[in-house]
């Protein structure tokens, strides 16, 4: 198997959309072609992340649709990838295999969503679909609601307080603001949504225990990145990232089926892997994106992959060592709870912003210290279906 | 007429689960056997949900995971008024949700 480097990356603004979810793609595809620099070299394979587009957009076929769009034919495959909100990810894997196996030289991964051309319960009741059918579903279970069950069991084992769940937010607002193509670039305080006396005004419940500001927005975006063997990245313009690890793991469907609800072992199995397969251990890395749907998930997930004890995550959380500048900082691009959501994309963004920080392009939200070492989940269905990514930088 | 909510147990090896499987998550057996879900259990978890998705006319609607007498676990509603983790429930059935107009029955539980 040959190794495989990011040599390109691209993204479009998050938030809403000024134009179709196909424009957006290819935007976010011309970007990452322009910063690798492919000359002329052909692309030879196109992997597309998306969930809801047959449904929200009324456009199948998505992979098809950008090959035409871009005028990349004959490319060797195109396919889209649907693993709900881990699709990013998925994809990703599969352009690596593809590279590594020596069937394609070149790969383009694509993610695109836009949620926003559906109204909010459109799009809630789109991304409920992902529930289990009949043990779920019917009871008007949707992911907020799963998150809600899962918050509430968590700061009772674990001494989580609402407090712990703001600062997540609060931390990454703070980063999101300063993330050009971030969706919410909103800073907010803890006086403003919790504690202050407008502050519940302002943050209402969605699924108790959880608030507005616990939930990510329903967001528009795009982004790609391009793969090729890393023996020949020295050939395109920018310092190679080498996807070093990446694991995937599945649990039960329906949540309440899991042996003990508060586990995310999926998340920690996917995690295992990934390191195992890049020949590292959590304290290795120096930046990591979590997939932070909602707050509590940052906590849980920071705690699976590894880098603290059960029930230690939030404390490092009020000790700063997630912040930028901290131990390890954690969701510097302002996670999807303010870079965005769109849902079947996220795991391309993550992986563009790791590359980011990796070379050290990541402008006003750069982790200092030079990092060398990149770790991203992507948490799909209620953890039902995880992808874990470490990333290094090359050279 | 209110349908049952059936968990299966396996016939080889006794394994309940719920929701079904096609294959025992024990066993790997493929013949079951239905065994309604009732009786009492404890309140494990809930959620008063405001944000909600289609076909639902409620300010909100409250959902709980339930840890049953009888040995499984299942997400269903709750039609008690201030719910706390820990609370001793009972399985009725009744309707949960209207699907392209049709009525949807499933689990609520109220207080034992």
Redesign the interface.
Known sequence: MRDVAIVGVGSTQFGRAQWSLLKMMCEASHDAIVDAGIGERKIDAVYVANMGAPRNNRQAGLASALVDRLNLFPTAAAEVIENGPASGASAIKHGLHSVASGLCDLVLVCGGERMQEVNNFEATEFVSFLSHRYAEYVYGVTLPSLAGMFTRLYMDRHGVRPEHLAMVAIKNHANGALNPKAHLRIPVTMEGILTGPEALNNNPWVAEPLRFFDCCPVSDGASAVLLAPAALAKEFKKTPVLIAGVGQATDTHAVHERPDPTELTAVRLAAEKAFAMAKLTPKDIQVAELHDAFTILEIAESEEAGFFKKGEGHKALERGETRIGGRLPINPSGGLKSRGHPVGNTGVSQVVELTLQLRGEAGDYQVPNQPKHGFAVNFGGFGNNVVATVLKRGV | MARNVEAAKCKNCGKL???THFYCPSCRGTKFEPVPIQGEGTL?????????????ADL??T???VELDMGV?????LTIAEPR?GARVRATIGK??E?NGKD?T??VFTAA
Do not use: E, K, M
């Not at chain 2, 494990?44 to 639902?56: E, F, H, M, N, S």
């Open positions: 689960s719920y929701p494990l978890t809930w959620t008063r949900v405001y944000a909600l998705p289609l076909d639902y909100f609607i959902l709980g995971i676990r299942a997400t269903g509603r983790t949960v949700r699907i949807v499933g689990l």
